[in-house]
């Protein structure tokens, strides 16, 4: 009643002048406007030309202009039957200044002040400013900064303008000193307060801030103490009352929640109700609730999710599914009632695509296993997103699935994707005394010019050598997803322009080959190649033994005709940086009838990753190798051998720097015709074996400080592997007087192999991905060669 008889008053001062007893308006006129225009004042005044107006109509019609917020003072006089509106009107606002705030953004604090209605241009009213800066105050202390202060100024400006000023005093955050759990007896307080994201100030919290006190989140906490109960049974679990005490200097925060566990409750019986729309027996099976279990909240949502996807994959988007628990405290026991509303069964009516600015839709389009027409399914939703991801070509996708407008059976599956470099462009120039100018190049383009298919191209060229390549995939050749693809090759070298002879070998080849993929399931496929090779063998000064073997027995120049099988099968979360999944692949590629030579091998490589938590996993991967020959071919030619060591492979060693070493090279001419044996100080090369054994174990985690992890991975690695061979010659087996002993690579011997741990990187760049390591080899092998820094371009762990 207070606050109504003030503004009366106030309004029955201001019409003093106005004679007591009612007349008829004859014209009104307003005095003391600037900004606001007549109009305005005429629009809000309940009064009009002609109107009998006395002191009560006057009092209502001074509220309405007040209302308008455009005047700080309103006086209604009266000359004649001329009704006189005298106004003083509210200052605008000139500028506003901030200053000292660096917590909050100037930005998002001039944004939230023009909300309230203070912006430049704005009327300005000091309420209005005072219950800013009252919020704001609230807001720095919901970040723990106890110890701001937020001071206002109003500077007069003419022309009835004012200044703003606002200056911040931001504190520090109030870091925790205590946390304390009072009421449990069943679990550990150490075991709750690990629940917490607050923390007590510890030895990181300087780089991880979780001893700075926040209310949101404190009230993440709580929820996180009140599920961790309610997740082992104990549904009356309570938070009866939090505490939290400042010192007087603002500084520290000491936190006290009070708890009341109850009892621990089992599940008495799981019912489910409603139209379920798919035979009962496979609901059940995907019932995690089960009768004479602790009751978790956790496993009855989960379960709910569950059969609300099994009837989104039967097109029932919309179904809605509520496990109810009733509780029985007389033997602290829950029943559990499944709900289960369906709701109709819903239609895909469009597939959109958004975001892809250089992949053609048609390349997203035939990924999709969810079509348009059909009825939604959550599945095969879910599935053709996963197929968009594992192409490699998108930094992110993601898929909405809004309801058409005006219906209530019909959605739209709209895909959102961010795209990324999904190819790699290396160039070189050098200069070498013996070789002349040297430039080499090399482009791969996994979505050439967005069409999905796969195209890499490579030249080097010198003065005494040449090598070129080109190869091409298409993915869909047809529309089922058959994938044809070919390349072809050429690599010549000429000893005749080289200014010294210290090679030992170089191998000349040309070639075609063509290589056909069939998909036998959604993730799994098989493929089928043919390659015509023509190799020849060009030897050099210092040609080691081996290789002189071999030709003696096989000759230098071979025609072959390759075939090969393979089965591969992915289901890995993304085409590049998986971190979910697993992939795996057996490859058989054998000489065929009519080749110069004989010989087979069968490769297997294989990745799996083991989530620890959202952003951690363990990869555990390997690659096998054995090749050999067969028919009249002695051995598996030299220029096939596998290697090991660099990236890959074993890191923290030299490339192809593990394995069997050749024999003592004898001097040679060019045309391969022996000489002496070579100077004692020329270290043994390496040769390669047949046998390939190598893995490991990767830790993948988040690269600190870095907000946006999509094109970035950093693991701890220890890698192990080794190349052996079966047919080592006699010397390698033996060793030779004055130059070197046995080679321990001629035997497969676990015991032998080498292993490293580092840490390594990769980053997606315009370019093309690029890798670094740094390994540390833990057990080397005789001969191996070290090398702690590593770095490629175009390759990823």
């Given amino acids: 009643m207070k606050r109504l008889l003030l503004p009366v008053a106030l309004a029955t001062l201001m019409i003093a002048e106005v004679h007591a007893e009612s007349f008829t308006i004859s014209d009104i006129r307003v005095n003391g406007l600037q900004r606001v225009s007549a109009g305005s004042v005429f629009g809000a005044l309940p009064l009009n030309v002609g109107d009998q107006v006395d002191d009560r109509e006057l009092v209502e019609a001074t509220r309405a202009l007040f209302k308008t917020g455009f005047f700080q003072d309103i006086q209604l006089g009266r000359d004649g039957d001329v009704l006189v509106i005298t106004v003083v009107e509210r200052p605008s606002i000139s500028s506003i200044e901030i200053e000292g705030n660096k917590a909050i953004s100037t930005e998002d604090l001039l944004k939230g002040l023009s909300q309230s209605g203070l912006a430049e241009g704005e009327i300005f009213q000091r309420a209005t400013l005072e219950g800013v800066r009252n919020e704001l105050q609230r807001q720095y202390v919901a970040q723990g900064r106890y110890s701001a202060e937020i001071e206002t100024e109003v500077i007069p400006q003419p022309r009835n303008r004012v200044a703003l000023k606002i200056t911040i005093n931001e504190g520090t955050v109030a870091s925790i000193q205590h946390i304390n759990v009072v009421g449990n007896t069943v679990f550990p307080e150490e075991d709750l307060l690990d629940l917490f994201e607050l923390k007590t100030t510890h030895w990181l919290s300087f780089f991880k801030n979780d001893d700075k006190y926040a209310r949101e989140k404190l009230s993440g906490d709580l929820e996180r103490l009140r599920s961790y109960y309610l997740d082992r049974g104990y549904i009356n679990m309570d938070i009866t009352s939090t505490q939290v005490s400042i010192t007087p200097d603002k500084k520290h925060v000491y936190i006290t929640v009070n708890i009341d566990e109850g009892e621990k409750y089992t599940v008495r019986e799981v019912k489910l109700s409603g139209d379920l729309k798919v035979p009962e027996d496979e609901v059940r099976k995907l019932l995690l609730v089960q009768k004479g279990q602790v009751f978790s909240r956790k496993v009855m949502t989960t379960t709910s999710e569950l059969i609300t996807r099994r009837l989104g994959n039967e097109g029932y988007t919309f179904a809605n599914v509520n496990g109810v628990p009733e509780a029985h405290d007389?033997?602290?026991?829950?029943?559990?009632?499944?709900?289960?509303?369906?709701?109709?069964?819903?239609?895909?009516?469009?597939?959109?695509?958004?975001?892809?600015?250089?992949?053609?839709?048609?390349?997203?389009?035939?990924?999709?296993?969810?079509?348009?027409?059909?009825?939604?399914?959550?599945?095969?939703?879910?599935?053709?997103?996963?197929?968009?991801?594992?192409?490699?070509?998108?930094?992110?996708?993601?898929?909405?699935?809004?309801?058409?407008?005006?219906?209530?059976?019909?959605?739209?599956?709209?895909?959102?994707?961010?795209?990324?470099?999904?190819?790699?462009?290396?160039?070189?120039?050098?200069?070498?005394?013996?070789?002349?100018?040297?430039?080499?190049?090399?482009?791969?383009?996994?979505?050439?010019?967005?069409?999905?298919?796969?195209?890499?191209?490579?030249?080097?060229?010198?003065?005494?050598?040449?090598?070129?390549?080109?190869?091409?995939?298409?993915?869909?050749?047809?529309?089922?997803?058959?994938?044809?693809?070919?390349?072809?090759?050429?690599?010549?070298?000429?000893?005749?322009?080289?200014?010294?002879?210290?090679?030992?070998?170089?191998?000349?080849?040309?070639?075609?080959?063509?290589?056909?993929?069939?998909?036998?399931?959604?993730?799994?496929?098989?493929?089928?190649?043919?390659?015509?090779?023509?190799?020849?063998?060009?030897?050099?000064?210092?040609?080691?033994?081996?290789?002189?073997?071999?030709?003696?027995?096989?000759?230098?120049?071979?025609?072959?005709?390759?075939?090969?099988?393979?089965?591969?099968?992915?289901?890995?979360?993304?085409?590049?940086?998986?971190?979910?999944?697993?992939?795996?692949?057996?490859?058989?590629?054998?000489?065929?009838?009519?080749?110069?030579?004989?010989?087979?091998?069968?490769?297997?490589?294989?990745?799996?990753?083991?989530?620890?938590?959202?952003?951690?996993?363990?990869?555990?991967?390997?690659?096998?190798?054995?090749?050999?020959?067969?028919?009249?071919?002695?051995?598996?030619?030299?220029?096939?051998?596998?290697?090991?060591?660099?990236?890959?492979?074993?890191?923290?060693?030299?490339?192809?720097?593990?394995?069997?070493?050749?024999?003592?090279?004898?001097?040679?001419?060019?045309?391969?015709?022996?000489?002496?044996?070579?100077?004692?100080?020329?270290?043994p090369l390496p040769f390669g074996g047949n046998v390939l054994i190598q893995g490991g174990v990767e830790y993948l985690f988040p690269l600190p400080f870095v907000k946006d992890q999509r094109q970035l991975r950093t693991v701890l690695f220890w890698d192990v592997g080794n190349v052996f061979d079966t047919n080592c010659s006699s010397a390698q087996k033996h060793g030779v007087a004055g130059f070197r002993s046995k080679d321990e690579a001629c035997d497969i011997d676990f015991s032998n192999l080498a292993s490293s741990v580092g840490v390594g990187l990769t980053w997606i760049t315009a370019l093309g991905p690029l890798s670094f390591s740094l390994g540390m080899p833990i057990k080397k092998p005789d001969d191996a060669d070290t090398q702690v820094f590593q770095f490629s371009l175009g390759q990823t762990f």
Avoid: C
């Fill in 330 to 683: 007389e033997d602290n026991t829950v029943s559990i009632t499944f709900f289960v509303d369906p709701g109709k069964r819903a239609y895909v009516n469009r597939i959109n695509f958004r975001g892809n600015t250089k992949t053609e839709d048609e390349v997203l389009r035939r990924e999709m296993r969810q079509m348009e027409g059909g009825w939604a399914s959550t599945y095969l939703i879910d599935q053709s997103k996963t197929r968009l991801e594992r192409l490699g070509y998108f930094k992110e996708v993601n898929v909405e699935t809004p309801q058409v407008p005006g219906t209530d059976d019909q959605i739209d599956v709209n895909y959102t994707v961010e795209e990324q470099p999904s190819g790699s462009i290396t160039a070189s120039v050098g200069f070498a005394q013996n070789a002349g100018l040297i430039l080499g190049g090399s482009i791969s383009q996994s979505n050439f010019l967005g069409t999905g298919n796969k195209v890499s191209i490579g030249l080097t060229r010198s003065e005494y050598q040449e090598r070129y390549s080109f190869g091409f995939v298409n993915p869909y050749w047809t529309v089922d997803g058959v994938s044809l693809g070919w390349n072809a090759f050429y690599r010549t070298t000429d000893y005749d322009d080289l200014d010294v002879d210290v090679s030992s070998y170089a191998v000349d080849s040309y070639g075609l080959g063509v290589n056909i993929g069939y998909p036998i399931s959604e993730t799994s496929r098989l493929s089928f190649g043919l390659t015509v090779q023509q190799d020849d063998i060009n030897t050099g000064v210092y040609t080691v033994d081996e290789i002189f073997d071999f030709i003696k027995q096989e000759g230098d120049r071979y025609l072959n005709f390759k075939g090969s099988i393979g089965w591969s099968e992915s289901t890995l979360n993304r085409g590049v940086l998986a971190t979910r999944g697993h992939s795996q692949s057996l490859v058989l590629e054998t000489t065929l009838p009519g080749s110069d030579l004989s010989f087979y091998k069968l490769d297997y490589r294989g990745q799996i990753f083991a989530p620890l938590t959202q952003n951690t996993a363990l990869r555990f991967h390997t690659e096998l190798g054995y090749g050999d020959s067969y028919g009249s071919t002695a051995e598996l030619p030299f220029y096939e051998h596998y290697y090991a060591g660099g990236f890959n492979s074993v890191r923290g060693f030299e490339d192809s720097s593990l394995g069997p070493r050749s024999t003592p090279s004898r001097g040679a001419s060019v045309t391969g015709n022996e000489g002496t044996l070579a100077d004692p100080d020329t270290d």
